[in-house]
């Protein structure tokens, strides 16, 4: 982890919407969201003339109000503070280096969390899908992979979905890519994030299968889609899941996210204690 700062998020990486008005972000998001102006205007307790107003600039919404309208639109935080700046006002939220005085004891909670999932597989990763941190197990996932790939920072997509990555080892590729797709399509969709669609863009022309290819089912009788990988000689078979930080008010933080990997067999479970447990 990198040394401590703490910066307030504003226009970096903001692309066109940097360009934008505050109401005009308030109407992409409003739009982004599938909400009239009247359901929003309903929701915030504001008059329909009042939101046409400030969405096509002829009010200017104060502070509370950009921060009500983002809240109620599930805006993240890095846009709510494009949102705003765009609107004069000063950002609400400070985007910490990991290691920043301000996020202590987070650095300690994260280790905690990958020290507890031990033996297992499990990475933290920013919005990007870069790793942040990693069990010692997440080796196997690396192994033979080409150098090109294990440069800073390190993508858990680009590892995972590349032919020179950890793709020519996944028994199911077809169904795990159409899983991992899925995800990443539906993370576009929710954030809006520009970093994360270059991420897609790029990611679903790796060879495997077909970008538009439907979710996968898991296939009669089993409860999720599971990862099955050769090591060792061995076929392992995990599933995985996802979790984030629901109450954080910092950017850093809220953006994390750690995937754990489960054995979804006994047999994966016990290689993996004999191979990685104390």
Not at 94 to 123: F, T
């Amino acid at each position: 982890m990198s040394s401590g700062s703490t910066t307030v998020a504003g226009d970096r990486s903001a692309g066109p919407a940097a360009r934008r008005t505050g109401g005009e972000l308030i109407r992409h998001w409003r739009r982004h969201r599938r909400l009239s102006q009247l359901e929003l205007s309903v929701e915030v307790a504001v008059s329909t003339r009042h939101l046409s107003f400030i969405e096509t600039g002829r009010a200017v919404p104060s502070r509370d109000m950009v921060l009500r309208l983002a809240e109620h639109l599930d805006v993240p935080l890095r846009e709510r503070n494009r949102m705003l700046l765009a609107a004069g006002h000063a950002p609400e939220y400070h985007e910490s280096r990991l290691d920043a005085p301000e996020l202590d004891p987070m650095p300690a909670v994260l280790r905690q969390i990958l020290v507890g999932h031990g033996p297992y597989p499990a990475v933290i990763v920013d919005r990007a899908w870069n790793i942040v941190d990693a069990t010692p197990s997440i080796a196997m996932f690396v192994e033979g992979v080409a150098p090109e790939l294990l440069t800073e920072p390190l993508n858990a997509y680009r590892v995972s979905l590349h032919p020179r990555g950890l793709a020519p080892r996944i028994v199911n590729l077809p169904q795990w890519r159409a899983h991992l797709l899925h995800r990443l399509r539906r993370q576009v969709a929710i954030t809006g994030d520009p970093l994360t669609r270059e991420l897609y863009d790029e990611v679903s022309g790796y060879p495997g299968g077909v970008d538009d290819e439907p979710a996968p089912g898991a296939g009669p009788g089993a409860p999720a889609i599971a990862m099955g990988i050769r090591h060792r000689g061995e076929v392992l078979s995990f599933v995985s899941t996802v979790a984030t930080f629901g109450t954080a008010v910092d950017i850093t933080v809220a953006e994390l996210s750690i995937e754990s990997f489960y054995p979804a067999d006994r047999r994966t479970g016990r290689l993996l204690r004999e191979w990685f447990g104390d």
